[in-house]
């Protein structure tokens, strides 16, 4: 268990709204995902974090924002949902230690349902 | 940019049979990491097995090991005695040391018939 929370799991929403995605863990590692789950895609990702207030895209940012004010909490906000963002959304943190391999431990998953 | 294929969308084996997924991938670097995730019905995103490119042995844990083969740019995973709860989505990953994150194949569902 990596300590890795996701909130909501699962939401509904309508075209055009605003969604933020929390992902909370308990262990201060210093590199955070996030990632979406599609049929024939796997995942992707959409941005990262490599510390507090540092933040870069992945192959999938367009229409995400992403933010890091505390280490342990790691924010996806779509700022005007569409229905091409309905998915399964993964939280995930490495451990970037020397010599590691940095595999990824996930959080549970969030599935995004936009009408 | 690295790419990682799993051409097998859907595998099915026996119960207490072995089974092969087949991944490849692209890269022009010498040294990277590489992975098996397993995500059962649970949706829970499990690590089966990881392999360093610059060793030369081949991973193995337990029932699960790989046929790691580098110049061929191929990592399949190998299940033997297949058990009902092995039956999942199987993602192959990659990780290049130059990037803090992993690229993933598409998946390859996996059935176990009693």
């Known amino acids: 268990d990596a300590g890795i929370t996701q909130s909501p799991r699962h939401k509904v929403t309508e075209t055009g709204t605003p969604v933020t995605l929390r992902c909370h863990q308990t262990?201060?590692?210093?590199?955070m995902y996030w990632y979406r789950q599609d049929p024939g895609h796997g995942l992707r990702l959409i941005h990262y974090?490599?510390?507090?207030?540092?933040?870069d895209k992945g192959e999938v940012s367009d229409g995400y924002s992403v933010s890091r004010s505390k280490t342990e909490d790691f924010l996806l906000t779509l700022e005007s949902a569409t229905s091409s963002q309905t998915s399964v959304y993964f939280c995930?943190?490495?451990?970037?230690?020397?010599?590691?391999?940095?595999?990824?431990?996930f959080g549970e998953g969030s599935r995004l349902t936009v009408l | 940019a690295q790419t990682v294929t799993q051409s097998q969308p859907e595998m099915s084996v026996q119960e207490a049979e072995t089974v092969t997924l087949s991944c490849t991938y692209d890269t022009s670097e010498s040294d990277y990491y590489l992975f098996w995730y397993k995500q059962p019905p649970s949706r829970q995103m499990i690590l089966v097995i990881r392999q360093e490119a610059y060793k030369q042995q081949n991973a193995t844990e337990n029932r699960f090991s790989v046929n790691f083969q580098k110049a061929a740019k191929s990592f399949s995973l190998k299940i033997s005695d297949s058990q009902l709860g092995d039956a999942a989505m199987y993602f192959c990953a990659y990780r290049s040391p130059r990037f803090v994150y992993m690229r993933f194949g598409a998946g390859t569902r996996l059935t176990v018939k009693p």
């Open positions: 995930a943190i490495s451990v970037q230690d020397r010599g590691g391999t940095g595999e990824l431990f």
């Open positions: 974090s490599y510390g507090v207030k540092d933040t």
């Open positions: 262990e201060n590692h210093r590199y």
